[in-house]
């Protein structure tokens, strides 16, 4: 008779695991459909609504890492940059590893000027060895070691990148990294073969035009500032890229 009480004994609390396990189930359930109908708001840039979705899948469940990046990104896009904070801040507590929230948390902190604490969440992303996309990171730090003048940093960072060999666009904005960090140092003519070598992987490149333009005009070839000005304006004719160039080929007639 014991075993028989004994077997009970141990059935009662497997069933009440498995009923738990349910419960557990749903709630991850109903806390995903929150999520994925935020992300539905988000592409439709609809973000009130999201956000209202995002809430409701960590009301439900707390631990829910991916509700707090989009949370997060939420904020961000909105401009509130301290409530973003806190949103990845909660993210990379719940996973430390989560490469994505600290990089985008450097950004963040970079849009508040805190620009050692986002090279700290930049390097931070780029601890985990299995993260698919480290470029991301190198490029932001490139970016804001030249915001700080830290040109020597800044090169190492691109270079990084330009290794990596990731998609075009990044490419791209490597090289025009490369090219703004050498012309602020001085060097005109490995600024000029970096915002060409922009050019060529995305001939779309406004910015990458414009630099090019200010570099030939240090150099003193005014025909060729021209030519990069007036692409410029041909590519993008309403942005301020193209009414700064505008000025100078009106300067130069």
């Not at 806390?31 to 439900?60: M, P, R, T, V």
């Amino acid at each position: 008779m014991y075993w028989k009480r004994a077997m009970i004994w141990i059935l009662i609390p497997l069933c009440t695991a498995c009923g738990m396990g349910e419960a557990q189930l749903k709630k991850e359930k109903e806390a995903s459909a929150h999520y994925k109908l935020g992300i539905s708001y988000l592409n439709d840039n609809l973000f009130q609504k999201a956000f209202i979705e995002f809430q409701k899948a960590i009301e439900i469940d707390s631990g829910y890492r991916d509700a707090y990046y989009a949370m997060g990104h939420v904020h961000f896009m909105q401009q509130s940059y301290s409530e973003s904070a806190v949103s990845f801040r909660k993210a990379v507590t719940i996973d430390a590893k989560f490469s994505d929230a600290h990089n985008y948390l450097g950004k963040v902190y970079e849009a508040q000027g805190k620009f050692d604490q986002a090279v700290l969440e930049y390097e931070e992303a780029l601890k985990n060895p299995q993260y698919d996309t480290p470029e991301k990171p190198h490029l932001n730090l490139g970016l804001v070691y030249l915001k700080q003048e830290k040109y020597d940093q800044a090169i190492r960072s691109f270079q990084n990148v330009l290794r990596i060999n990731p998609s075009g666009e990044v490419m791209a904005v490597a090289n025009n990294g490369l090219g703004r960090t050498y012309l602020q140092m001085g060097k005109i003519k490995e600024a000029i073969a970096s915002y060409q070598e922009a050019i060529r992987i995305a001939p779309s490149y406004v910015d990458a035009h414009l630099n090019l333009a200010s570099a030939y005009l240090k150099e003193g070839s005014k025909g060729l500032a021209a030519g990069s000005f007036k692409k410029v304006v041909d590519l993008s004719p309403q942005s301020p890229q193209a009414k700064e160039a505008q000025k100078f080929l009106d300067a130069l007639r």
